[in-house]
DNA sequence: GTAAAATAGGACCGATTCGGTTCTATTTGG
DNA sequence: CCAAATAGAACCGAATCGGTCCTATTTTAC
């Protein structure tokens, strides 16, 4: 019922790269990350490309240039990592001004969507990627979760 | 980034007319609920009876046939809802048998994303599709969220 | 100042999924 | 036996997804 798509969970191995103390406050290229990751180039260059866009990485031009995280991994939110990769939360065409439902004042849905939402987002805006990355030592906002992507076939997680 | 489909949304507002009292314990069909929630026809039938499938329902063939509640409806969850219209939670290639990643040992993924599915589903767990139903009257597991169906010019709301 | 290395961004395509419709059983009650 | 109802599957167009490719643009290094 919660899909995942594969654009972040490649987005999530790749991110975990940052983390890497011998990685830290380096800047790493697409190509260097397709190697050490071992998924395809094209694919990490756009999930990278999307995660500069909505500023979860910082990205520099030219060479020596690449990526690096744009805040500590202790600050960066699942929830903004995945939101960065499929889309903004929580978009219904309840809530949207535009084809939206114009019936707000009688629907029964909407303020209900909304609460539920809210408490999906705060489960991922609990989780931060360094706890993520981490060998799940320290306290982490972790309940338990399951996750996922249905469709294509995974390429294999390489280990990071 | 969470994403309910339509069928989903039109489940919801077909449950909610279960849960009215002056309906409480009759067989409620297709044709009527569509009439009530001005949805049509096949659309209903067909959420109704995948409903039914998955246990939510209970259905009743013959004239004066239908569909009930299969239990009290402090007694569903948004957790079975969601999962009977939207397909088992938490299908990942990773933790899919015969396509799955087999580097279990090595991936770094799997047990995050695990324990991650199951804090989203803690959270529709804790929501009964009578809380929902209410008026948001005593309190519901609900911390606050806002929801959706991305695709398609949804059809608007009836009132319930 | 030029070449090389890197990101930016968008077009594109096949395959899958989604939303919705329709048709044919099957069951049950009168 | 007929009518009313669900069961279930096939089907279709449209939107989305996963992945590739191509053409700028920026920056560094020589």
């Not at 380096?26 to 395809?40: E, M, V």
């Not at 744009?70 to 600050?75: F, L, N, Q």
């Not at 439902?101 to 029964?108: F, N, S």
């Amino acid at each position: 019922m919660i899909r995942m798509n594969k654009q972040t969970d490649y987005g999530l191995l790749l991110l975990f790269q940052f983390v890497r103390p011998e990685n830290r406050g380096k800047n790493l290229t697409a190509i260097g990350l397709a190697d050490a990751t071992h998924l395809p180039v094209p694919i990490v260059s756009k999930v990278l490309k999307r995660l500069a866009k909505h500023g979860v990485l910082r990205s520099y031009r030219g060479s020596s240039g690449g990526y690096r995280l744009s805040r500590d991994p202790t600050r960066l939110s699942l929830a903004e990592i995945v939101g960065a990769l499929e889309g903004p939360l929580a978009i219904t065409d309840c809530l949207d001004e535009e084809n939206g439902c114009r019936r707000e004042a009688v629907c029964p849905m909407r303020d209900k969507w909304e609460r539920i939402n809210s408490a999906m987002f705060a489960v991922f805006a609990g989780i931060s990627l360094q706890e993520l990355a981490g060998k799940m030592g320290g306290h982490s906002g972790l309940i338990g979760v399951g996750g996922q992507s249905r469709r294509g076939k995974a390429l294999p997680h390489p280990e990071i």
